[in-house]
């Protein structure tokens, strides 16, 4: 009676929407919260990346500026008594840029308004106005982009390695919600057998006792008979909690909270046979293919771009710097406006500038830490590129001896079937006892059991191969259509 309520209270099920294992993958893809909160790192590095290419926009700036004087006078030619005073009022706007070659351009503009009692100044009221451009070119520093970009180009291979460690996270995650998946299906086709043997063993106490009230078996093989019940039915309790936490942790990971589950096994495309699987090409397919690769490869390139700048730094700083201004005076700004836009007083000038520092040991030393940290990641990714051959090739050993594995596990199995279904006939013509009953059963139990275990570790080993080799989302697009996950590439 405590046995069967406990069976009934385990039993109980709520209906739930059913979940084959690419859905698992393909849910997981799109509500797993980590995957989600992956996103975010994507966004704050094409913040950065967005940041850093302000260095070459458009630069607008501008000062206004209003100033009296009062000054002693010193000679009677000023005109005035003892003191000259002197008003003024300027603005300055300048358009400047920073070019991706280091060029520097600037179109500074002044326009000044100024006023003094002093007999010296030729208009009572001066319009001051000019028109500049100034232009500062960097002849050894290298003329490449590279170089005045470091900074856009850092930023741009920490998006790449950004939109790869995010891949990392999908490949994670849907394999996780693959091993998940075949983890609770597992436990349910165990389960499955568990309870089937319960079954038997209950019928079979039941056949022991009814021969026992005929006088035709003993009170010992009654007692093995109720502890053989008691402990199928142990084996079914802890498999259906096993199942439990599994179906939690599954649901968690694909929706994101608790959630009863129906699963749809779904297995035969893989359970069909073993396709040969080519190392050199799914080693190659990796190398091109895994975002842990391809995080790496964004990693080497940025080494070597801050490596190629730390170089170009110990060059000395030797500039051309040339101006050309237009200048205009009168007693009107529209007449002052019109001698610049004519050109009427010209003035231009032509410079080099050269500075190096005579030590330069900041900039060894830095060299020599770009040298180290380049040499360091080339160091990395060949790990890496190793790590991935290993997996893959253990992928491959993994497949192939799970596939045999099944074949002979499920060559087993039936022959427990067979085994089993005769030695109950001879259980119930009475030719055998019931320890040799439960014995029989045992061995046919971890058969099936064994068999169930096989069957989900070699599609689990196939999932990984398709993850060693980067194609595993590929699988699951092609599968399910569904992915609306963004950064999925």
């Not at 920073?98 to 003094?116: A, C, D, F, R």
């Not at 199995?413 to 279904?421: G, K, S, T």
């Not at 006892?433 to 139990?445: G, I, L, P, Q």
Request: glycine share 4%; no cysteine.
């Amino acid at each position: 009676m405590v046995a069967s309520t406990l069976l009934g209270v385990l039993s109980i099920v709520a209906k739930a929407a059913t979940l084959d294992l690419t859905g698992a993958m393909t849910l997981a893809l799109e509500k797993n919260l980590d995957v989600r909160l992956s996103v975010f790192s994507i966004g704050d590095k094409e913040a950065a990346l967005t940041k850093t290419m302000g260095d070459f926009d458009f630069n607008l700036s501008g000062t206004v500026t209003r100033d009296h004087a009062e000054t002693p006078s010193s000679s009677s030619l000023d005109g005035v008594g003892s003191v000259v005073r002197s008003d003024s009022m300027s603005y300055k706007p300048t358009l400047s840029r920073k070019t991706i070659y280091g060029t520097e351009l600037s179109v500074p503009y002044s326009y000044t308004t100024s006023e003094s009692n002093s007999s010296y100044n030729r208009i009572p009221v001066g319009h001051n106005t000019s028109l500049a451009l100034k232009v500062t070119q960097p002849l050894l520093k290298p003329f490449q982009d590279d170089y005045f970009r470091r900074n856009i180009r850092r930023a741009e291979f920490d998006l790449a390695q950004a939109r790869a460690k995010h891949g990392e996270k999908l490949d994670d995650t849907a394999l996780r919600a693959a091993e998940l998946f075949l983890e609770t299906a597992r436990e349910q086709q165990t389960l499955r057998v568990q309870e089937m043997m319960y079954e038997n063993a209950r019928q079979a106490e039941e056949f022991v006792k009814l021969k026992k009230r005929v006088g035709k078996s003993s009170s010992i093989e009654v007692l093995e008979a109720e502890a053989a019940t008691s402990k199928a039915l142990d084996g079914v309790l802890s498999s259906r909690l096993s199942m439990a936490t599994k179906m939690d942790d599954l649901s968690i990971h694909v929706f994101g909270q608790t959630q009863t589950i129906d699963l749809s096994d779904g297995l035969k495309e893989f359970l069909g046979g073993n396709p040969r699987n080519d190392l050199n090409s799914l080693v190659a397919l990796a190398q091109k293919r895994r975002s842990e690769r391809v995080s790496q490869v964004q990693a080497t390139k940025k080494s070597e771009v801050e490596l190629s700048a730390a170089r170009a730094d110990l060059l000395p700083t030797f500039n051309f710097e040339s101006s050309y201004t237009h200048k205009g005076l009168a007693e009107g700004f529209g007449a002052s406006q019109q001698q610049v836009s004519r050109g009427d007083f010209p003035s231009w000038s032509l410079g080099l500038k050269l500075e190096r520092p005579i030590m330069q040991y900041a900039a060894r030393a830095a060299l020599d830490a770009k040298r180290f940290a380049y040499e360091q990641q080339r160091l990395k990714e060949a790990v890496v590129v190793r790590d991935i051959e290993i997996e893959v090739r253990k992928s491959i050993r993994d497949v192939d001896v799970n596939w045999e594995r099944l074949q002979a596990l499920r060559n087993a199995a039936m022959a427990q079937r067979q085994r089993i279904e005769a030695v109950a006939e001879k259980f119930k013509a009475g030719q055998i006892s019931v320890s040799d009953m439960n014995r029989a059963r045992a061995d046919a139990e971890t058969s099936e059991v064994d068999e169930i275990k096989s069957r989900y570790a070699y599609v689990k080993s196939r999932l990984k191969l398709m993850a060693s080799a980067g194609t595993l989302l590929d699988y699951v697009k092609s599968t399910r259509g569904l992915i609306n996950q963004p950064m999925i590439e």
